[in-house]
């Protein structure tokens, strides 16, 4: 079972990157499915979530109105599109799924998947 990200790179502030990431090796459909970051010499922290269904989206209040998660079921692939970037964005990104999780908890709770992570370089 693997979650795999991609999509990372060097962006200007004020760009937009999109994150993928693809899961395989089992379905995901019924698991939560999200975002995480973590920044060089801090904690990694939530970014977004996304409910099984896709219906239901929570977001850190450092990213709403900025980032937006999004997944693709028949794909098995959970996106996070990544708008008016700042250089505190700067962080590797990592995706996650967790089937006990709802979007709104999902940051405080233990993950079940972790993915690789994926550099996202915002440059001033």
């Known amino acids: 079972v693997q979650l795999q990200a991609s999509g990372g790179g060097l962006v200007q502030a004020g760009g937009s990157l999109r994150l993928s990431c693809a899961a395989s090796?089992?379905?995901?459909?019924?698991?939560?499915m999200g975002w995480f970051r973590q920044a060089p010499r801090k904690e990694r922290e939530f970014v977004a979530a996304?409910?099984?269904?896709?219906?239901?989206?929570y977001y850190a209040a450092s990213v709403k109105g900025r980032f937006t998660v999004s997944r693709d079921n028949a794909k098995n692939t959970v996106y996070l599109q990544m708008d008016s970037l700042k250089p505190e964005d700067t962080a590797v990104y990592y995706c996650?799924?967790?089937?006990?999780?709802?979007?709104?908890?999902?940051?405080?709770?233990?993950?079940?998947?972790w993915g690789q992570g994926t550099q996202v370089t915002v440059s001033s």
């Open positions: 996650a799924a967790d089937r006990f999780a709802t979007a709104q908890n999902m940051g405080n709770r233990d993950i079940g998947w």
């Open positions: 996304v409910s099984s269904s896709a219906r239901i989206t």
């Open positions: 090796g089992r379905s995901f459909r019924g698991d939560t």
